[in-house]
């Protein structure tokens, strides 16, 4: 197949022109993803799980087939460790609500970092506040790192539960997730892993990193909307039950009582979104035949090309390193006596997508003494010209709003 670009997907010739930064939000979609869905709702489209009739037959083989996809992409060792979700959003909130509900007792600890996403945030605080635990908060440095004897210091007997994207949301940088792991395991402490950022960029191996959890979206990763993944240590999601009740996730029901379903099935209840996980499967296949190699060589050259335009742009302001290599993709700034709101509304004039506020991040932004800021974020549609056309939009804007300088 051909060197993937803008050509792939069609959003780019609905809007001819548009520089699309913005795929930490949520990615553009290549012409196999649509395709697959559209597919998939034209020819297979039944209740999986349900029905033994040929069509039926055809639409559960596609949905488990996706299911083996993911735990293929991400190493897992068996097709149980993987539950379909809404995004992951859903993902953590089910691993509070089910692990956490369950194994955290008063004055227990959770420790989370400061730089989490709301979604790997909030769930652990109302658990805390629930089940009368402590949350804690690691900080980072100055430039956004953590560090393993960071780590170390913050844990305690009492830390049950350690959570922490692997990429930050806000600042691009990769944490060290693997030895991370590794101290949390020695202290008997469960680590959940938000992989909203990093399974669309990087390779990730569940195994090889040693998370107990992991949680991610489809569609940060080209993917649709709607459906998202919960990686789960198996003898864990054993102990865990279910988050939700009703069809499918039962095994026999009485008026009395019911049994579950055996994993993964037991945490999907009701009828399941079989078109978005064909869509992830496709998706997966997609970034494969791209290749991760070929993916982040792209997303580094883009992002040195941001960085190093911005650093020689007065009065722009890097949140994080201002070395390229420690973003992922994933550049936030501010400039000098502009809002961050009007800085998104230049570049929109300019047919330039980026996003403006807290990032879902607000702890990190006030951590930090940003109120908000602006966030550029590069996928393997993105180009030189692109990142050159931000640029030249980028040193126009504190004239655009009066300045002299």
Request: charged share 25%; aromatic share 8%; proline share 5%.
């Amino acid at each position: 197949m051909p060197y993937f670009d803008k050509r792939d997907f069609p959003v780019f010739d609905a809007m001819p022109g548009l520089v699309y930064l913005d795929s930490t939000a949520t990615s553009q979609k290549p012409k196999p993803v649509i395709d697959a869905v559209s597919r998939y709702y034209r020819e297979e489209n039944a209740n999986p799980l349900r029905g033994l009739y040929g069509l039926a037959v055809k639409a559960t083989d596609a949905y488990e087939n996706a299911r083996t996809a993911v735990r293929d992409f991400i190493g897992a060792a068996s097709e149980r460790e993987i539950v379909f979700t809404r995004n992951a959003t859903e993902s953590l909130n089910l691993i509070a609500s089910s692990y956490g509900r369950g194994n955290i007792r008063q004055n227990d600890e959770i420790l989370v970092t400061i730089s989490e996403h709301h979604s790997n945030f909030l769930p652990w605080q109302i658990l805390a506040k629930e089940k009368g635990a402590r949350l804690k908060f690691l900080k980072c440095g100055e430039n956004g790192e953590y560090t393993p004897e960071m780590l170390e210091k913050a844990l305690t007997p009492r830390t049950k539960i350690f959570a922490a994207a692997q990429i930050s949301n806000v600042i691009g940088r990769l944490n060290p997730i693997k030895e991370f792991a590794e101290i949390c395991h020695k202290n008997g402490t469960v680590i959940v892993c938000d992989g909203a950022q990093s399974v669309p960029h990087i390779p990730v191996n569940v195994r090889e990193l040693g998370v107990d959890f992991l949680a991610f979206s489809g569609h940060k990763m080209f993917a649709p909307m709607g459906i998202g993944v919960l990686y789960g240590r198996e003898e864990l999601l054993e102990q865990m039950p279910p988050f939700l009740y009703g069809g499918e996730m039962i095994e026999y029901v009485t008026l009395c009582g019911a049994t579950f379903a055996e994993l993964p099935h037991k945490f999907e209840a009701g009828t399941v979104n079989a078109g978005g996980a064909v869509g992830l499967h496709a998706a997966i296949d997609y970034i494969s035949e791209f290749g991760f190699a070929k993916l982040e060589k792209r997303e580094k050259e883009l992002t040195r090309l941001l960085i190093e335009g911005m650093k020689e742009t007065p009065h722009v302001r890097i949140i994080g390193s201002d070395e390229p290599d420690d973003h992922c993709g994933i550049v936030s700034f501010t400039i000098d006596d502009v809002h961050p709101h009007d800085i998104a509304a230049i570049f929109d004039e300019s047919g330039i997508a980026v996003r403006a506020g807290h990032h879902c991040a607000q702890p990190l932004h006030k951590y930090l003494g940003v109120q908000s800021s602006v966030r550029a974020s590069a996928a393997l549609y993105n180009d030189r010209r692109d990142a050159e056309l931000f640029l030249e939009c980028l040193k126009t804007i504190r004239r655009r709003m009066g300045y002299s300088e």
